[in-house]
């Protein structure tokens, strides 16, 4: 089994689920968080004012899957979250040593 975590830009979460369901990909985690990479940060004015925004927002996906399915996944962020500018985000591919679904207490591929 396998953790992908991915990085991406806000406006492409859509598109992103979307895709991941075309490929069977149905259960995620989303978080919305902010950081900093070579896309650096901007300035904004506000009320006159002008500062410098480092952290830019963006959403971190966590899905688990079995490893059958992590070619035609990877395939999918790439090709849904990707704009082809800086800032498009990462991947990340972890194992997964074990899964335990709370309810029922199935393990393993089968609580994914």
């Known amino acids: 089994?396998?953790?992908i975590t991915a990085i991406i830009?806000?406006?492409r979460l859509e598109d992103v689920r979307?895709?991941?369901a075309d490929v069977g990909i149905h259960?995620?985690?989303?978080?919305?968080v902010r950081g900093c990479g070579r896309q650096k940060g901007?300035?904004?004015l506000y009320r006159g004012a002008e500062y410098v925004v480092d952290f830019l927002p963006k959403?971190?996906?966590?899905?688990a899957i079995p490893e059958s399915q992590l070619e035609a996944t990877l395939e999918a962020l790439i090709e849904a979250a990707g704009t082809g500018k800086i800032g498009d985000g990462k991947?990340?591919?972890?194992t997964l040593e074990q899964v335990i679904r709370i309810r029922t207490g199935e393990s393993g591929e089968?609580?994914?």
């Open 9 to 11: 830009k806000p406006f």
């Open 59 to 63: 959403i971190k996906l966590e899905i």
């Open 110 to 112: 089968h609580a994914i």
């Open 91 to 94: 991947i990340f591919v972890t």
């Open 42 to 44: 901007h300035t904004e």
């Open 1 to 3: 089994m396998k953790l």
């Open 18 to 20: 979307e895709r991941l």
């Open 27 to 32: 259960g995620m985690t989303i978080t919305e």
